[in-house]
């Protein structure tokens, strides 16, 4: 099987004090092996609650996966118990997070941080793992001699960079990066891109790289997923996405980001914000931020609608026609 991932109708709901929020709601993703996919949306779309799933760390209550499946690497995540999802994690996929600030304990050297994980994972003594926890190090860019040193001698890059050793410290085929450089300055950001898409290949990695920045999809990803209302609303290969955006929500984004070779084109903000995730809309969730919008969109969701075999959207503006959207510009202006 070419698919490192097969995410297929799944459904995860979380209740609150407001009422039931439908976190991701109905999402299919397939991610093929030594591929990276970027995951593009506001805060609170679902993206997260998403990669959590593929671990299996929703916290359950209050959140609830309703229906749906998670095939990682030929393994049925959702069907596995706690102790055999610990062999997983890890060794299969691993996890990066935001913040490298409060993910690194710090009373413990960054050497024992990493050395816990590999003799965690693979069973060999602390010896062996802390001689392994130095190759981490190096890896990263990180002299091994600073192994015994504590984080808070390390700048906010190079914390980045060990969570990254730890991340990667079992060779998982799957690494999912949340957002992994927004904390840090923009020189060190580009840096620990470079890193990460270094070591996606050396290592023969997948990678899931969630974030809101489309510079970065453009750097490291070959597919990207626009997700919206806990619905992946366009997804496509990088050029399909970048050359074509087909749903306005997509077009929006990239109206929100200046272009440095035509500086008169004006910034278009996307109007409103997100509906309440208890509440949503009937139709289109996009509905009532959306500039486009037939009389359909508010009543009915719309379908997905492929362009090509990589590139499909969610809106109703193509069912009929493919060039719906073109057309509707040319006659408005
Ligand atoms: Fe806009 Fe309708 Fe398409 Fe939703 S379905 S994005 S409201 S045109």
Known sequence: ???????????????????????????????????????????????????????????????????????????????????????????????????????????????????????????????????????????????????????????????????IAIALACSPRLLIADEPTTALDVTIQAQVLKLMKELKEKLKMSMIMITHDLGIVAQVCDEVAIMYAGKIIEKGNLRDVFENPKHPYTEGLFNSIPNIDNRKVMLKPIRGLMPDPCNLPKGCSFCDRCDYALEKCANEKPKKISFSHTHFVECHLYEVEKDYKLKYIYNRE
Do not use: C
């Not at 490192?4 to 995860?12: F, G, H, K």
């Not at 779309?45 to 990669?51: D, L, V, Y």
């Not at 890890?90 to 413990?108: E, K, Y």
């Not at 024992?112 to 926890?133: C, D, P, T």
């Open 1 to 163: 099987n070419n698919k490192i991932l097969e995410i297929d109708d799944l459904v995860i709901e979380f209740r609150t004090d407001d009422g039931v929020v439908k976190a991701v709601n109905n999402i299919n993703l397939s991610l093929d092996r030594g591929k990276t996919i970027g995951i593009v949306g506001e805060t609170g779309a679902g993206k997260t609650t998403m990669a959590l799933s593929i671990l299996n760390l929703i916290p359950k209550p209050p959140g609830k996966i309703i229906q749906g499946s998670i095939n990682l690497d030929g393994i049925d995540i959702l069907k596995k118990t706690e102790r055999e999802l610990e062999k997983i994690r890890g060794r299969i996929v691993s996890m990066i997070f935001q913040d490298p600030m409060t993910a690194l304990n710090p009373v413990i050297t960054v050497g024992e941080q990493i050395a816990e994980v590999i003799s965690i994972h693979q069973r060999i003594g602390s010896k062996k793992a802390m001689k392994k926890a130095e190759e981490m190090l190096e890896m990263v860019g990180i002299p091994r001699e600073r192994i015994s040193e504590y984080p808070h001698q390390f700048s906010g890059g190079m914390k980045q960079r060990v969570i």
